[in-house]
């Protein structure tokens, strides 16, 4: 594995663990930082897909734009779609004022993010 793919892949976790940990905290939770971070795990990931396929994708925080790059290395990506729609939005929907996320959204953007995980770091060749 090449030094940039391990940055990404290190990034991706870093943001999961973010996400979990905030989940778990005893008071004070930040369920907008959740639903960010969960967002920001399933970019990385996408992103180090596209490099380790050598696949140039541009600075973007949409799913579905780096989703349409994966569809041509692997149809299976299809099946993923609904979820990348669902977590697309968290990426701004709670980063500024007007709207807060519930922990309903933030369990809801977890699940999301860990079947995408999985789904993911399978593609890469990756242990769970």
Known sequence: MNEELAEW?????????????????????NYDAVCFHCQQSVEKYLKAYLHKNGIDFPKTHNLIELHELCLPLDG?????RDLLLEL???????????????????????NRAKTLRSFLRMKLGLNE
């Open 76 to 80: 299976s990506f299809e099946i993923q």
């Open 9 to 29: 892949i290190s990034k991706a976790e870093g943001d999961y663990m973010v996400a979990k940990r905030e989940m778990r905290a005893r008071r004070d939770n």
């Open 88 to 110: 697309n939005q968290y990426g701004v929907r709670y980063r500024y004022p007007g709207l807060t996320a519930e922990k309903d959204d933030a369990k809801l953007a977890l």
